[in-house]
């Protein structure tokens, strides 16, 4: 029997709650959350970082996305929870059909209102009043039945220094003050961390693998006040809000502090960021509109720019030193998946700037690689051996810039249908990082670019294409992205996003490869208006052993050998002889 899943349903029957839906998210709509708010996990035993269980009084079910069908099914077994194996990705339409089936005219439906946007609940409400099922926002089952949880995090928060930022804090308020008064707002409420972080140039580590610290910001006309424990606030830190007229109050003031808020004032709310119970506590004017925050904050500016390229160089040589060490261990036997995000952590650790992973590698052996987002733990950790595909998806936080990169390798005698499949992804990957586009074009119109060759052979793979990534920030960042979802936001130059097609065969292999692009101005005509296209800014070899020449055209040829040049020129200075001997090796022409 799984216990904790018995007391909520106890919890529920003495609130007369007959079901409640419960997100993997917190307060700030966090993609990564940090322990204190993992309340679902805490009922399910489902740890990845896309799911919405639902908790009926006779059943319980779990919706993820693709990416974690496999995860899902082996987490929740023999927790109770049924896993719908639908794509899911935060439809909440999609819960409530199952919910129309299984409640009845009258019955609640409650949710803890802090983890829903104004947005989510508004919607919840009214399919709720559709079918005629009452809807309450107070349910706080976390605060009073998880007796072990964990407390809030309370790293200290510290300056990100204006010589990585390149731009002041006066400058970003200002010009995001500029942006509310278009809208008719004379005030904001800021909720999402990476966003806080960016505007007031401080960072923390309360969210692993995202430097950021747990805080609201509430800005307007005449004030400035960021809500954050005081524990965290060091004098630098004070002084350095200070000298911006920023004012400090304890995290748990905010919501007093909105229920006073002037009548006469008029704010700028998120629906799809600030929470339903923020939300509804400010009885002043509100508008609804998007945040200009995040689309400020996807410009990088040229330091940002010129540091993601200086931190691209130390991952790359990180990674030459890692993957050489996995060439000489794997045919021995005596490392596994896990031995590999140890060693990485350890030669990325070897820079100066190094704070962190950017998320959890994945390294996935041989049928593990079929697992889109596999984490490896004491349990499942395969041991590699010197043969089969590995796929190694890691990532990390530099003061000067973040990174992500894919890499797919053989450890040995890689089959004829391996080579194939690798070099249907290469082609995709190579495709969408030499397109050239007119000023106005969004993700979705390039996404087709790194499909096209899986398309043709009736293949495709489940994730997106291409995410956007933050600057020592978040490594998932909008409000732009690359998959066949529409999403209307244009790419513009100093936008940074992932390339990163794969094949997924269950059982057998994983492949992805993934870059880190730059979007940059291209030629300028008179007749057919500007045009954009890509720097890639990720740098290290593709494994020549698994590409089949005889399926690349010329030019794909000549694209992967400029960019391997490019690969040893810069990374060469960073590595001793026997490290520059190996990556020659890797970089040598098809």
């Known amino acids: 029997m799984n216990t904790n899943l018995e007391q909520l349903r106890d919890y529920m029957r003495s609130k007369g709650v007959d079901a409640v839906i419960i997100p993997g ?24 970082s896309n799911g919405t269980a639902v908790v009926t009084l006779d059943k319980a079910s779990l919706w993820t996305d693709s990416r974690y069908f496999l995860q899902a099914e082996i987490e929740l077994e023999g927790s109770g929870f049924e896993l719908q194996n639908v794509e899911y990705r935060g439809e909440l339409a999609v819960i409530m059909q199952w919910l129309a089936q299984e409640l009845e005219e009258d019955d609640t439906l409650a949710v803890d209102g802090r983890l829903f946007t104004l ?71 800021i909720t999402a961390l990476d966003d806080i972080a960016w505007l007031l140039n ?109 931190a691209m160089e130390r991952d790359g040589a990180a990674l030459v030193r890692l993957f050489m060490w996995i060439e000489q261990n794997a045919a021995r036997g005596t490392i596994n998946e896990l031995d590999v995000w140890e060693q990485g952590k350890l030669e990325r650790g070897k820079s100066d700037l190094y704070r962190g992973d ?42 000067d810039g973040t990174t992500d990169i894919t890499r797919t390798v053989t450890l040995g005698n890689p089959t004829a249908q391996e080579k194939h499949d690798f070099t249907l992804v290469l082609k995709g990957h190579l495709a969408l990082s030499r397109a050239k586009f007119p000023v106005g074009t969004t993700g979705v119109q390039l996404d087709a670019l790194a499909r096209m060759p899986l398309w043709q052979e009736a293949m495709t793979y489940g994730h997106g294409t291409g995410h956007g990534m933050g600057h020592f920030l978040g490594c998932h960042e909008g409000p732009h992205s690359i998959n066949g979802r529409l999403n209307p936001v244009a790419l513009q130059p100093g936008m940074v996003t992932s390339n990163e097609p794969g094949l997924y065969k269950e059982g057998e292999y994983g492949i992805r490869t993934e870059n880190i692009l730059l979007v940059v101005e291209g030629k300028k005509t008179e007749k057919f208006g500007n045009f954009l296209e890509f720097e890639t800014l990720t740098l290290f070899p593709y494994d020549s052993r698994l590409i089949d020449t005889t399926m690349l055209t010329p030019e794909e040829i000549k694209q992967v050998n400029d960019y391997h040049t490019m690969v040893l020129e810069r990374l060469t200075p960073y590595l001793n002889e026997e490290e520059a001997a190996w990556l020659s090796i890797k970089c040598k022409a098809l």
Not at 132 to 144: M, N, S
Not at 170 to 186: F, Q, Y
């Open 25 to 48: 998210t917190d307060p700030h709509q966090s993609e990564y959350v940090s322990d204190h708010w993992k309340f679902r996990d805490w009922v399910s035993g489902f740890t990845g």
């Open 358 to 399: 950017s998320f959890e590698m994945i390294c996935g052996y041989r049928e593990h690689g079929a697992i889109v987002h596999y984490t490896a733990n004491a349990e499942s950790a395969s041991t590699l051996q010197g043969e089969g595909l590995l796929l190694v998806d890691s990532g990390a936080q530099y003061l």
């Open 202 to 310: 401080l960072r923390a580590s309360d969210i692993d693998f995202t430097p950021v610290a747990i805080a609201f910001l509430y800005l307007s006309d005449k004030d400035r006040v960021v809500f954050i424990d005081s524990s965290k606030v060091t004098g630098e830190v004070k002084e350095h809000l200070g000298q911006y007229k920023v004012r400090i109050k304890d995290y748990d003031e905010a919501y007093k502090f909105l229920e006073k808020r002037n009548v006469n004032n008029t704010i700028l709310l998120d629906p799809d960021k600030v929470s339903d119970t923020m939300g509804q506590m400010l009885m002043c004017d509100k508008i609804y509109g998007t945040s200009p925050v995040e689309a400020l904050k996807a410009i990088k500016n040229e330091v940002q720019i010129e540091g993601f390229r200086k």
């Open 119 to 189: 947005r989510e609940a508004n919607r919840l409400e009214q399919i709720c009043g559709e079918n005629g099922f009452l809807f309450a926002t107070d349910f706080y089952p976390a605060d009073r039945i998880w007796n072990d949880r964990p407390s809030r995090p309370m790293s200290l928060a510290f300056v990100h220094d204006e010589g990585y930022a390149g731009e002041d804090v006066e400058s970003k308020l200002t010009r995001t003050m500029e942006k509310v008064e278009e809208t008719g707002a004379d005030s904001i409420l």
